[in-house]
């Protein structure tokens, strides 16, 4: 795993090497770098099966981080794969000629996210949401409550009882109190 | 009269006139040429008239007025005068032919052929042995240079391998004359062969005659030692080719067989085997032959080989006078003519390669010659060839001589193979441009031996042994009707069609209630259904001349077959069947190898026909009718598989079906039906003629109606297996076809009048519902223009009438009351199950049952299911087809309701053979084990549904009309109309279970039976390496051979 | 591909006529009676369900056909084609998808037909109520006869529920056919808000 | 034929026995199965409720003219396989119009329903309905080849094809039974008669869960009932047809009812407790172990 963490360096130039357990480690890599990094590690290390690939935007930097993960059965470890593409305009390389599988995550992240991944098939079909005409709905920028209340109808009276609040009104009021008392604390002595 | 010598003389002097002056009278030359060759031509004219006319006696001429020995003798008599007759319009023909080439070389070339000429007459003429001798030397001079004219390196190889073959021959010829003079003292023909009795030293006289064998067997280019030849008819002009191959081997024939009388039975008994050896191989070789010359060579070698076994045959017998002019003249001719004017055709057609043939079509004369030509040399009727092998069959059949029609057949298949693959080549429409090499004296010179041609076929039909008094104008009045339609191209098609309905009618009008029995219950099938299915065709919108033609001559062939009262009118209509739907199948979109094959399967089929024939013609000394098969002789049983092979063939048993599917599918759609619903009852017919002729015999320990019902059922079996997977509607209707006549066939086995009358009533039935269905396919394949199932679907909607008459047609089939097929089924199961076959009933029952998934195959995927875009305005077919279809299920319904007006009939026609067999009880007929009353069943089936259908209506809410999408597809969209319709591969699940049963074994068993003759040819046609040492050591080799044959090694 | 184009503005539906049948759906009265009456018990005592689980709350469904529950004393049972069934149970949450095949199926089911709603996500959204896929109220897309809250309503609770469904049924309450084709148009434009690539015809018969 | 109308009469009583019959032995069948899985089960009356249903159904849809006439063609077979059946041996008014034709006509005319229905549900349009057709279709060839060969080993047997015939040779006791006299052809026949019901492990073209309930996927409404209508008279008839050719037929109702009845438990008893088999499995077992007892059934009576 060292030495491959090395050679990554080496060869793509890895940056943000987070070893997080025994078995798995995630490193950022430049976007031109990525689908070179990922053949690379399907083909020389053993990392021959794509697990998912994630996205996640970080709307203060204007990036979209997307996560390769791939899984090496011989000595069953995991890598991460980080890269960041520019926000505004969202486009990466598709690896569906490296795994058929990729195929639908790249859809998925086309619909949800609105990353384009040009020459992926089937990528503009839809995913879930057949007949979206609005943002992305997991971009951070989408309100999905003001969305849901203005589309589907919400039935008036209804009231929210989530766990957090019934526990502590009904069973440990007097720790609640305790921790409210703690926060107003914190906030003034700032 | 004008004495034979001056055509000599006249020949010989203008031959020396002509380069004497060749200055002074050029323009006139070649008008002195022709001339000379008119006169010969007339002066033989005059002979042969008054041979045939007058019936002059045989007419001898004497050189110098002396008599022999000291003088040459000529002879001219019946046969002399009418080789010389057409050896010298041919020759005449020839040097039209050849004019362009005549008047380039000029004098020489005239010279030659007048040299060619005077040698051939001489040969003919001459009865003095070494006068022979020099008239064949001056033949082969002059040949050779008419071969080496051509200056270019093949021809002069090729005239000089002849120069060293002849040279051996005219060696050994001379060495046998100086033998046999010594021995007889005299040169005459006649002197010697008086003398040859007499002689003491027979052993120094059989070597005499052997040296005269050997030269002429190397001289009639019998096999192997005809390398040389084969070189010469491919190395030389096609004009040349022609006479060499026409006139020369005539004449060479000629001189052979003056000379055979001096041979004994034994060395004449190798010359038959030796003629029939070169035919089978020469045939056999010609297969793999794709150059034309050299196919027509070996086909020319074949014939030469054929004629010359025949005479040694017939010298054999002493029967000569007879069998001369029966089976030698007609056989010699055939090969004459049509050899001499296929290689003539050859000439014309820029092309070598019988591959680049196609577009000869774009002179219709030529290739109408062409085509007359292939089918008289291939030995189809009514041309002479025809009845040299038939009365050659007969006779040897006669002399027991069974072997050899065995060889004779399967040689005759060959040629037939190559020649027919050859025309139908040119009747396919894929042309290459432009090779025809259009010359008018050359179509002059063709036309007028075809001329002469037709002239002996016509003879020769005319005195053939033809009964013409009996058949009468049954027999012949649709075969008129057919060629007659083929003369008159002009008329308009749709009025063709209507002409031959209207004759159809008349005929069935007039002689239809003459008739009686069972040949009257196939007429009647023939000509209605002929009549409707004929309807059909007016909808057709090409303008093709042949279709009418051929197909009144095949609706005739197949009247004139159950007309027939002898073997020869049946063998006779059956060829003519066999040639007809050949031609028609042909006519369909690629359709070449499927019709070919379907061609070699019939014409072997109908060949071991013949042989059973002959193998049972003895019986009754030499006569021709049915009678023969029910005097029970040695090879009665033996002659009963022959015939059934040949009948097992047109009903495609299984094992011999692989024509079926192809050539049904792919012969036109209207032409479809005619095969299914009325040609496959062909073999049918002959079936009942056979078992009511001979019984059905038993072969030792077996009894061949119990192995001909296995035959029966395991082809309704497989036959029904197979189309149930088949993707093409018609594929589908072809093994449907196939398994349906499986059950007749099974039927006809049982040998029992419930047996027959269910046989009977089944191919009526088979009949009425193929007709039906191929007609309603034919109009959807018309609307949509494909045949692939899976392509159409819910065609209901736009073909309502067609999908009404398709699903009567398949309730019918599938044999589920309450309509006809049932009444087979019921007919069938009772008879069988009454004779005891109960493995047979229930292997019917299965096939049966099978029937149900083809059907609902066919209609579904056809009719039902999800409409396709692309058909969305198709219209409903034409009434054209509609009307026939309607007019059957009208019959249907009539026999459903009333069955005992069939069933009756059919009783008559068998009760006389097998006695009456089921009983009446009003409407419910009673047989030994059950009963059935199609009447009550179709009332109470009416009634009930008609009420239920009533109570529905009266039920059922408002209903909603919905569309093809409107189904519940899993709460999605059907995408489209093509993945939605699940009609393709319908059955794999059963294909899976159920596949082993329709393995192809057959096609592989036939394909490597073809890959073996086309290999073993291949093979054989490779000792001819082109090399003239190797030529001369095959003459050798034969010589050896022949020589210790002869004498006998010690 | 300006083929297509083409041919879409000639054409204004964006189904094609000759695929789809689209009539809309009429209302047919009740039959006074007694008639009725014995109609209105034989569907409620023949409830056929239509297999077709569009949530998570379909496992509670499993045990209805188990030894332990057994509702086939009821006459009921699952039937796999909505032609048949007149039952349709809508198990916990729908989202848009789904709703889209929920609105097909419900069409293709035979005029009596009634509908259950399972789970309190079918009621108002449940624990999805803010998801921005997921419907919050059923009865705005296909008229509701019962609805069974919980999450998830256990099998007992179900049963309950077919009891109260049966007695709206015997009273001839259970008109949610009739109900849909008079309202049809309100239900469709509501189906239309939150399905927008409708490319079938409105009714699905 | 004597008296037209008498026999019409007969017919319509025997007629509204058998359905009645059929119906109840359907609503016992579903309570033997739940039982046998451990349940109450509907009430034995569940049919009639069910097709009181379908009746009332208000709407219905239709695709064609041959899928209207698919139920109309389905029923008719039904009514018709058993209108052409002697139902009660001996009892003149319980013979129908068996007069129309032998056991040939009784085992063809099986097929005449399932052909219009199967036309009917094709023109549905529906992929399943001839899936379904194809798979029960493939089947029903399989199942027969077992069935003619004991009907033929019978008619060999008995020197007859009439029904009315085999069952009088099968009169006076267990002896004389068929199942007792010609053990082998019964064996074949209760095979292919398994096929035959379409039960469990043999019901592959209504398989639920691949292709819901096979070739009437598109029918409802009234059309339903037709076909629930018809599945009484088609069952009943198909277990007298049984009956009386192997278990020596029946003088009157109780006697009738008691054999169909065991009967028909046989193939709802080895249906509860199998899985269903693949369309290759059911043909190659009733290729294989039920057709060889067939032919050995034939051939005993050919040599």
Same mark, same amino acid.
């Given at each position: 795993?060292?030495?491959?963490?090395?050679?990554?360096?080496?060869?793509?130039?890895?940056?943000?090497?987070?070893?997080?357990?025994?078995?798995?480690?995630?490193?950022?890599?430049?976007?031109?770098?990525?689908?070179?990094? @990922?053949?690379?590690?399907?083909?020389?290390?053993?990392?021959?099966?794509?697990?998912?690939?994630?996205?996640?935007?970080?709307?203060?930097?204007?990036?979209?981080?997307?996560?390769?993960?791939?899984?090496?059965?011989?000595?069953?470890?995991?890598?991460?794969?980080?890269?960041?593409?520019?926000?505004?305009?969202?486009?990466?390389?598709?690896?569906?000629?490296?795994?058929?599988?990729?195929?639908?995550?790249?859809?998925?992240?086309?619909?949800?996210?609105?990353?384009?991944?040009?020459?992926?098939?089937? %990528?503009?079909?839809?995913?879930?949401?057949?007949?979206?005409?609005?943002?992305?709905?997991?971009?951070?920028?989408?309100?999905?409550?003001?969305?849901?209340?203005?589309?589907?109808?919400?039935?008036?009276?209804? =009231?929210?009882?989530?766990? @957090?609040?019934?526990?502590?009104?009904?069973?440990?009021? %007097?720790?609640?109190?305790?921790?409210?008392?703690?926060?107003?604390?914190?906030?003034?002595?700032? | 009269?004008?004495?034979?010598?001056?055509?000599?003389?006249?020949?010989?002097?203008? #031959?020396?006139?002509?380069?004497?002056?060749?200055?002074?009278?050029? *323009?006139?030359?070649?008008?002195?040429?022709?001339?000379?060759?008119?006169?010969?031509?007339?002066?033989?004219?005059?002979?042969?008239?008054?041979?045939?006319?007058?019936?002059?006696?045989?007419?001898?001429?004497?050189?110098?007025?002396?008599?022999?020995?000291?003088?040459?003798?000529?002879?001219? #008599?019946?046969?002399?005068?009418?080789?010389?007759?057409?050896?010298?319009?041919?020759?005449?023909?020839?040097?039209?032919?050849?004019?362009?080439?005549?008047?380039?070389?000029?004098?020489?070339?005239?010279?030659?052929?007048?040299?060619?000429?005077?040698?051939?007459?001489?040969?003919?003429?001459?009865?003095?042995?070494?006068?022979?001798?020099?008239?064949?030397?001056?033949?082969?001079?002059?040949?050779?240079?008419?071969?080496?004219?051509?200056?270019?390196?093949?021809?002069? =190889?090729?005239?000089?391998?002849?120069?060293?073959? #002849?040279?051996?021959?005219?060696?050994?010829?001379?060495?046998?004359?100086?033998?046999?003079?010594?021995?007889?003292?005299?040169?005459?023909?006649?002197?010697?062969?008086?003398?040859?009795?007499?002689?003491?030293?027979?052993?120094?006289?059989?070597?005499?005659?052997?040296?005269?064998?050997?030269?002429?067997?190397?001289?009639?280019?019998?096999?192997?030692?005809?390398?040389?030849?084969?070189?010469?008819?491919?190395?030389?002009?096609?004009?040349?080719?022609?006479?060499?191959?026409?006139?020369?081997?005539?004449?060479?024939?000629?001189?052979?067989?003056?000379?055979?009388?001096?041979?004994?039975?034994?060395?004449?008994?190798?010359?038959?085997?030796?003629?029939?050896?070169?035919?089978?191989?020469?045939?056999?070789?010609?297969?793999?032959?794709?150059?034309?010359?050299?196919?027509?060579?070996?086909?020319?070698?074949?014939?030469?080989?054929?004629?010359?076994?025949?005479?040694?045959?017939?010298?054999?017998?002493?029967?000569?006078?007879?069998?001369?002019?029966?089976?030698?003249?007609?056989?010699?001719?055939?090969?004459?003519?049509?050899?001499?004017?296929?290689?003539?055709?050859?000439?014309? @057609?820029?092309?070598?390669?019988?591959?680049?043939?196609?577009?000869?079509?774009?002179?219709?004369?030529?290739?109408?010659?062409?085509?007359?030509?292939?089918?008289?040399?291939?030995?189809?009727?009514?041309?002479?060839?025809?009845?040299?092998?038939?009365?050659?069959?007969?006779?040897?059949?006669?002399?027991?001589?069974?072997?050899?029609?065995?060889?004779?057949?399967?040689?005759?298949?060959?040629?037939?193979?190559?020649?027919?693959?050859?025309?139908?080549?040119?009747?396919?429409?894929?042309?290459?441009?432009?090779?025809?090499?259009?010359?008018?004296? *050359?179509?002059?010179?063709?036309?007028?031996?075809?001329?002469?041609?037709?002239?002996?076929?016509?003879?020769?039909?005319?005195?053939?042994?033809?009964?013409?008094?009996?058949?009468?104008?049954?027999?012949?009045?649709?075969?008129?009707?057919?060629?007659?339609?083929?003369?008159?191209?002009?008329?308009?098609?749709?009025?063709?069609?209507?002409?031959?309905?209207?004759?159809?009618? %008349?005929?069935?009008?007039?002689?239809?209630?003459?008739?009686?029995?069972?040949?009257?219950?196939?007429?009647?099938m023939f000509?209605?259904g002929g009549?409707?299915l004929?309807?059909a065709?007016?909808?057709?919108?090409?303008?093709?001349?042949?279709?009418?033609?051929?197909?009144?001559?095949m609706?005739? =062939?197949l009247?004139?077959?159950?007309?027939?009262?002898?073997?020869?009118?049946?063998?006779?209509?059956?060829?003519?069947?066999?040639?007809?739907s050949?031609?028609l199948i042909?006519?369909g979109?690629?359709?070449?190898?499927?019709?070919?094959?379907y %061609?070699?399967?019939?014409?072997?089929?109908?060949?071991?026909?013949?042989?059973?024939?002959?193998?049972?013609?003895?019986?009754?000394?030499?006569?021709?009718?049915?009678?023969?098969?029910?005097?029970?002789?040695?090879?009665?049983?033996?002659?009963?598989?022959?015939?059934?092979? +040949?009948?097992?063939?047109k009903s495609a048993?299984?094992?011999?079906h692989?024509w079926i599917a192809g050539s049904y599918a792919k012969a036109e759609d209207d032409t479809s039906a005619f095969l299914s619903a009325l040609l496959s009852k062909a073999g049918i017919?002959?079936?009942?003629?056979?078992?009511?002729?001979?019984?059905?015999?038993?072969?030792?320990?077996?009894?061949?109606?119990?192995?001909?019902?296995?035959?029966?059922?395991?082809?309704?079996?497989?036959g029904?297996?197979?189309a149930?997977?088949?993707?093409?509607a018609k594929r589908l209707l072809a093994y449907s076809s196939m398994g349906q006549v499986g059950?007749i066939?099974?039927?006809?086995? /049982?040998?029992?009048?419930?047996?027959?009358?269910?046989?009977?009533?089944?191919m009526?039935n088979h009949f009425l519902i193929k007709g039906i269905l191929f007609l309603a396919i034919a109009?959807?394949?018309?609307?949509?223009?494909?045949?692939?199932?899976?392509?159409?679907?819910?065609?209901?909607?736009?073909?309502?009438?067609?999908?009404?008459?398709?699903?009567?047609g /398949?309730?019918?089939i599938?044999?589920?009351?309450?309509?006809?097929?049932?009444?087979?089924?019921?007919?069938?199961?009772?008879?069988?199950?009454?004779?005891?076959?109960?493995?047979?009933?229930?292997?019917?029952?299965?096939?049966?049952?099978?029937?149900?998934?083809?059907?609902?195959?066919l209609?579904?995927?056809?009719?039902? +299911?999800?409409?396709?875009?692309?058909?969305?305005?198709?219209?409903?077919?034409?009434?054209?087809?509609?009307?026939p279809?309607?007019?059957f299920?009208?019959?249907?319904?009539?026999?459903?309701?009333?069955?005992?007006?069939?069933?009756?009939?059919?009783?008559?026609?068998?009760?006389?053979?097998?006695?009456?067999?089921?009983?009446?009880?009003?409407?419910? @007929?009673?047989?030994?084990?059950?009963?059935?009353?199609?009447?009550?069943?179709?009332?109470?089936?009416?009634?009930?549904?008609?009420?239920?259908?009533?109570?529905?209506?009266?039920?059922?809410?408002?209903?909603?009309?919905?569309?093809?999408?409107?189904?519940?597809?899993?709460?999605?969209?059907?995408?489209?109309?093509?993945?939605?319709?699940?009609?393709?591969?319908?059955?794999?699940?059963?294909?899976?279970?159920?596949?082993?049963?329709?393995?192809?074994?057959?096609?592989?068993?036939?394909?490597?039976?073809?890959?073996?003759?086309?290999?073993?040819?291949?093979?054989?046609?490779?000792?001819?390496?082109?090399?003239?040492?190797?030529?001369?050591?095959?003459?050798?080799?034969?010589?050896?051979?022949?020589?210790?044959?002869?004498?006998?090694?010690? | 591909?300006?083929?297509?184009?083409?041919?879409?503005?000639?054409?204004?539906?964006?189904?094609?006529?000759?695929?789809?049948?689209?009539?809309?759906?009429?209302?047919?009265?009740?039959?006074?009676?007694?008639?009725?009456?014995?109609?209105?018990?034989?569907?409620?005592?023949?409830?056929?369900?239509?297999?077709?689980?569009?949530?998570?709350?379909?496992?509670?469904?499993?045990?209805?056909?188990?030894?332990?529950?057994?509702?086939?004393?009821?006459?009921?049972?699952?039937?796999?084609?909505?032609?048949?069934?007149?039952?349709?149970?809508?198990?916990?949450?729908?989202?848009?998808?789904?709703?889209?095949?929920?609105?097909?199926?419900?069409?293709?089911?035979?005029?009596?037909?009634?509908?259950?709603?399972?789970?309190?996500?079918?009621?108002?959204?449940?624990?999805?109520?803010?998801?921005?896929?997921?419907?919050?109220?059923?009865?705005?897309?296909?008229?509701?006869?019962?609805?069974?809250?919980?999450?998830?309503?256990?099998?007992?609770?179900?049963?309950?529920?077919?009891?109260?469904?049966?007695?709206?049924?015997?009273?001839?309450?259970?008109?949610?056919?009739?109900?849909?084709?008079?309202?049809?148009?309100?239900?469709?434009?509501?189906?239309?808000?939150?399905?927008?690539?409708?490319?079938?015809?409105?009714?699905?018969? | 034929?004597?008296?037209?109308?008498?026999?019409?009469?007969?017919?319509?009583?025997?007629?509204?026995?058998?359905?009645?019959?059929?119906?109840?032995?359907?609503?016992?069948?579903?309570?033997?199965?739940?039982?046998?899985?451990?349940?109450?089960?509907?009430?034995?009356?569940?049919?009639?409720?069910?097709?009181?249903?379908?009746?009332?159904?208000?709407?219905?849809?239709?695709?064609?003219?041959?899928?209207?006439?698919?139920?109309?063609?389905?029923?008719?077979?039904?009514?018709?396989?058993?209108?052409?059946?002697?139902?009660?041996?001996?009892?003149?008014?319980?013979?129908?119009?068996?007069?129309?034709?032998?056991?040939?006509?009784?085992?063809?005319?099986?097929?005449?329903?399932?052909?219009?229905?199967?036309?009917?549900?094709?023109?549905?349009?529906?992929?399943?309905?001839?899936?379904?057709?194809?798979?029960?279709?493939?089947?029903?060839?399989?199942?027969?080849?077992?069935?003619?060969?004991?009907?033929?080993?019978?008619?060999?047997?008995? #020197?007859?094809?009439?029904?009315?015939?085999?069952?009088?040779?099968?009169?006076?006791?267990?002896?004389?039974?068929?199942?007792?006299?010609?053990?082998?052809?019964?064996?074949?026949?209760?095979?292919?008669?398994?096929?035959?019901?379409?039960?469990?492990?043999?019901?592959?073209?209504?398989?639920?869960?691949?292709?819901?309930?096979?070739?009437?996927?598109?029918?409802?409404?009234?059309?339903?009932?037709?076909?629930?209508?018809?599945?009484?008279?088609?069952?009943?008839?198909?277990?007298?047809?049984?009956?009386?050719?192997?278990?020596?037929?029946?003088?009157?109702?109780?006697?009738?009812?008691?054999?169909?009845?065991?009967?028909?438990?046989?193939?709802?008893?080895?249906?509860?407790?199998?899985?269903?088999?693949?369309?290759?499995?059911?043909?190659?077992?009733?290729?294989?172990?039920?057709?060889?007892?067939?032919?050995?059934?034939?051939?005993?009576?050919?040599?």
């Open positions: 795993m060292e030495e491959m963490i090395e050679r990554i360096k080496l060869k793509f130039n890895a940056k943000d090497i987070n070893r997080q357990k025994a078995t798995l480690v995630f490193f950022s890599v430049e976007k031109k770098d990525l689908e070179a990094c @990922v053949l690379y590690m399907k083909e020389f290390e053993g990392y021959s099966n794509l697990t998912m690939i994630s996205a996640t935007d970080w709307i203060e930097t204007g990036t979209f981080g997307l996560t390769y993960h791939l899984h090496n059965y011989k000595n069953r470890t995991d890598v991460g794969i980080k890269t960041y593409i520019d926000r505004k305009n969202p486009s990466m390389v598709s690896i569906n000629t490296l795994w058929a599988g990729a195929r639908v995550f790249e859809r998925e992240l086309k619909e949800m996210f609105g990353i384009d991944f040009p020459g992926c098939p089937r %990528v503009d079909d839809p995913f879930a949401l057949e007949g979206w005409d609005n943002l992305p709905p997991m971009r951070k920028d989408f309100d999905t409550v003001k969305y849901s209340e203005e589309t589907y109808f919400p039935r008036p009276g209804r =009231s929210t009882k989530d766990n @957090v609040t019934q526990m502590e009104e009904k069973l440990y009021a %007097v720790e609640a109190e305790v921790k409210k008392g703690i926060a107003k604390t914190v906030r003034k002595n700032k | 009269m004008v004495n034979p010598i001056y055509i000599i003389a006249v020949l010989l002097g203008i #031959g020396f006139i002509l380069p004497l002056t060749e200055k002074k009278l050029s *323009k006139l030359g070649p008008w002195v040429f022709y001339a000379g060759m008119i006169f010969t031509a007339l002066v033989s004219y005059q002979w042969f008239r008054f041979f045939i006319v007058s019936g002059g006696e045989t007419y001898h001429i004497f050189t110098a007025g002396v008599k022999p020995p000291l003088s040459i003798n000529l002879q001219i #008599g019946l046969f002399e005068s009418v080789l010389l007759f057409v050896t010298n319009l041919t020759g005449l023909a020839g040097a039209v032919y050849m004019t362009k080439q005549i008047s380039e070389t000029g004098v020489r070339a005239m010279v030659l052929l007048l040299l060619l000429l005077l040698g051939l007459n001489g040969l003919i003429l001459t009865r003095d042995i070494f006068n022979l001798f020099v008239f064949m030397e001056i033949t082969a001079i002059s040949t050779y240079s008419l071969i080496g004219m051509d200056v270019k390196s093949r021809s002069l =190889s090729a005239g000089f391998k002849y120069m060293t073959a #002849g040279g051996l021959a005219s060696a050994f010829l001379l060495l046998g004359i100086i033998i046999v003079y010594s021995l007889t003292g005299t040169l005459n023909l006649d002197g010697m062969i008086r003398s040859a009795e007499g002689i003491k030293n027979v052993k120094l006289l059989s070597i005499g005659s052997m040296m005269i064998l050997f030269s002429f067997i190397i001289e009639a280019k019998q096999f192997p030692a005809n390398g040389w030849a084969l070189d010469v008819y491919e190395g030389t002009k096609p004009g040349v080719a022609g006479l060499i191959s026409g006139i020369g081997t005539t004449a060479v024939f000629f001189g052979f067989y003056k000379i055979m009388p001096l041979f004994t039975n034994e060395t004449l008994k190798i010359v038959m085997w030796a003629g029939l050896i070169t035919f089978f191989f020469s045939n056999l070789m010609g297969m793999k032959q794709e150059n034309v010359k050299r196919m027509l060579g070996y086909s020319s070698v074949a014939q030469t080989g054929l004629v010359i076994s025949v005479s040694a045959w017939s010298f054999m017998l002493g029967n000569d006078k007879l069998i001369f002019p029966m089976i030698v003249l007609p056989l010699l001719f055939n090969h004459f003519f049509t050899k001499t004017g296929l290689f003539w055709i050859a000439g014309l @057609v820029k092309k070598d390669t019988t591959g680049l043939w196609g577009s000869i079509t774009e002179n219709k004369i030529l290739h109408g010659i062409f085509i007359i030509l292939i089918l008289a040399l291939s030995g189809f009727p009514p041309f002479p060839g025809f009845w040299g092998k038939w009365n050659l069959v007969l006779a040897m059949s006669l002399d027991s001589n069974f072997f050899y029609i065995w060889v004779l057949l399967a040689g005759s298949l060959f040629e037939a193979a190559y020649l027919l693959k050859w025309a139908g080549i040119t009747l396919k429409k894929d042309k290459s441009k432009d090779i025809l090499e259009y010359n008018s004296y *050359k179509m002059l010179a063709l036309q007028i031996v075809v001329l002469i041609f037709f002239a002996v076929t016509v003879y020769y039909f005319m005195t053939g042994n033809f009964d013409h008094t009996n058949g009468g104008l049954h027999f012949y009045l649709p075969f008129a009707l057919g060629t007659g339609l083929l003369l008159l191209p002009f008329i308009p098609e749709k009025l063709k069609g209507m002409i031959s309905m209207s004759v159809i009618a %008349v005929y069935a009008f007039y002689f239809l209630p003459d008739q009686n029995g069972i040949g009257r219950f196939f007429n009647a000509l209605s009549f409707f004929t309807f065709t007016l909808n057709r919108k090409d303008r093709s001349r042949s279709f009418y033609p051929l197909l009144m001559l609706l005739g =062939s009247i004139a077959l159950v007309n027939s009262d002898n073997i020869l009118h049946f063998f006779f209509s059956w060829e003519i069947m066999t040639l007809s050949y031609f042909h006519r979109k690629g359709s070449a190898e499927e019709s070919f094959r %061609v070699m399967f019939s014409l072997a089929g109908a060949f071991l026909m013949l042989l059973g024939f002959a193998y049972s013609f003895p019986n009754l000394n030499g006569q021709m009718s049915f009678g023969i098969f029910a005097v029970p002789g040695q090879f009665t049983s033996l002659s009963f598989i022959l015939i059934s092979i +040949g009948f097992l063939v048993a299984l094992g011999l692989l017919f002959g079936f009942v003629m056979l078992l009511l002729a001979m019984g059905a015999p038993s072969a030792g320990k077996f009894d061949l109606a119990y192995i001909l019902s296995w035959i029966g059922a395991l082809t309704a079996l497989i029904t297996m197979m149930i997977y088949e993707e093409d059950y066939i099974l039927g006809l086995a /049982i040998m029992s009048g419930l047996g027959w009358t269910a046989a009977l009533f089944q009526v109009g959807v394949i018309y609307r949509t223009g494909t045949s692939e199932m899976y392509k159409m679907g819910g065609l209901i909607k736009k073909m309502p009438w067609s999908f009404t008459a398709v699903m009567f /398949i309730i019918a599938s044999g589920v009351p309450p309509l006809t097929g049932f009444g087979a089924k019921w007919l069938m199961y009772e008879a069988l199950i009454e004779k005891g076959w109960y493995l047979q009933t229930g292997m019917a029952f299965f096939a049966s049952t099978v029937a149900f998934l083809y059907c609902f195959r209609i579904h995927a056809i009719f039902l +299911g999800q409409p396709k875009t692309e058909f969305r305005n198709v219209k409903e077919a034409p009434a054209w087809f509609l009307i279809q309607y007019v299920i009208m019959a249907i319904f009539f026999f459903s309701i009333f069955p005992r007006v069939l069933i009756d009939r059919i009783s008559a026609a068998v009760e006389p053979f097998f006695g009456k067999s089921l009983t009446w009880d009003g409407n419910t @007929v009673i047989s030994s084990l059950g009963y059935w009353n199609a009447t009550a069943v179709m009332t109470i089936v009416g009634v009930v549904f008609v009420v239920l259908a009533i109570g529905l209506f009266i039920k059922l809410p408002k209903v909603q009309k919905v569309k093809q999408f409107n189904i519940v597809f899993a709460a999605e969209r059907p995408e489209t109309p093509e993945l939605t319709h699940f009609a393709y591969e319908f059955f794999r699940p059963y294909r899976r279970a159920m596949g082993w049963m329709v393995r192809p074994y057959a096609t592989r068993f036939w394909r490597s039976v073809t890959e073996s003759a086309y290999t073993v040819s291949d093979a054989l046609r490779k000792i001819y390496t082109g090399n003239g040492q190797t030529y001369i050591f095959h003459i050798l080799l034969v010589l050896v051979i022949l020589f210790y044959i002869s004498t006998g090694v010690k | 591909m300006t083929m297509i184009g083409e041919e879409n503005k000639n054409e204004k539906k964006n189904f094609d006529t000759e695929l789809f049948c689209d009539a809309v759906p009429k209302e047919v009265p009740r039959i006074n009676g007694i008639i009725q009456k014995f109609y209105d018990w034989a569907q409620a005592n023949s409830l056929w369900i239509l297999a077709f689980g569009t949530g998570c709350g379909s496992i509670e469904m499993r045990p209805l056909y188990t030894a332990r529950y057994d509702i086939s004393r009821f006459g009921m049972a699952p039937r796999p084609t909505p032609r048949q069934s007149n039952l349709f149970i809508i198990s916990g949450y729908a989202s848009v998808k789904t709703l889209k095949r929920i609105v097909r199926s419900y069409e293709q089911m035979q005029n009596p037909k009634f509908v259950m709603g399972l789970g309190s996500c079918t009621v108002n959204g449940g624990m999805y109520w803010d998801s921005y896929n997921t419907i919050n109220r059923l009865d705005h897309y296909i008229p509701v006869d019962t609805y069974v809250a919980g999450c998830m309503p256990r099998p007992e609770a179900l049963i309950a529920g077919f009891e109260d469904l049966k007695k709206r049924i015997k009273e001839g309450r259970a008109e949610g056919a009739n109900e849909y084709a008079k309202n049809f148009e309100w239900y469709k434009a509501n189906q239309k808000k939150v399905i927008k690539d409708w490319d079938m015809p409105d009714y699905n018969w | 034929m004597e008296n037209f109308w008498t026999t019409l009469l007969y017919a319509f009583i025997s007629m509204f026995i058998i359905f009645n019959y059929g119906m109840v032995l359907g609503g016992v069948v579903y309570k033997i199965i739940a039982r046998v899985h451990g349940r109450f089960g509907p009430p034995v009356w569940q049919p009639y409720i069910n097709l009181v249903k379908v009746m009332g159904v208000r709407t219905a849809i239709s695709h064609g003219i041959m899928f209207w006439l698919g139920p109309v063609f389905r029923f008719t077979g039904g009514i018709g396989l058993f209108l052409f059946m002697p139902v009660l041996f001996g009892v003149p008014w319980m013979q129908n119009f068996s007069f129309s034709g032998d056991l040939l006509l009784v085992i063809y005319f099986i097929f005449f329903g399932q052909l219009g229905m199967a036309l009917g549900a094709a023109e549905s349009g529906h992929p399943y309905s001839p899936m379904g057709i194809m798979r029960g279709l493939s089947q029903v060839t399989a199942s027969e080849v077992p069935f003619a060969l004991a009907v033929i080993a019978l008619a060999a047997q008995h #020197g007859t094809l009439s029904i009315t015939e085999i069952v009088a040779a099968q009169q006076g006791g267990i002896a004389n039974w068929n199942i007792v006299t010609n053990p082998v052809a019964t064996l074949a026949g209760m095979m292919a008669f398994l096929g035959m019901m379409m039960h469990a492990p043999f019901n592959l073209h209504i398989a639920p869960q691949e292709i819901p309930i096979g070739p009437p996927t598109e029918y409802q409404s009234n059309f339903l009932s037709y076909m629930q209508a018809n599945r009484a008279f088609f069952a009943s008839a198909k277990l007298i047809l049984f009956m009386n050719l192997f278990f020596g037929g029946a003088t009157n109702i109780p006697v009738l009812v008691g054999k169909t009845f065991s009967l028909y438990m046989i193939t709802v008893f080895i249906g509860v407790v199998n899985p269903r088999f693949t369309l290759e499995n059911s043909i190659r077992w009733f290729i294989r172990i039920p057709t060889v007892t067939g032919i050995i059934a034939v051939l005993i009576y050919t040599f």
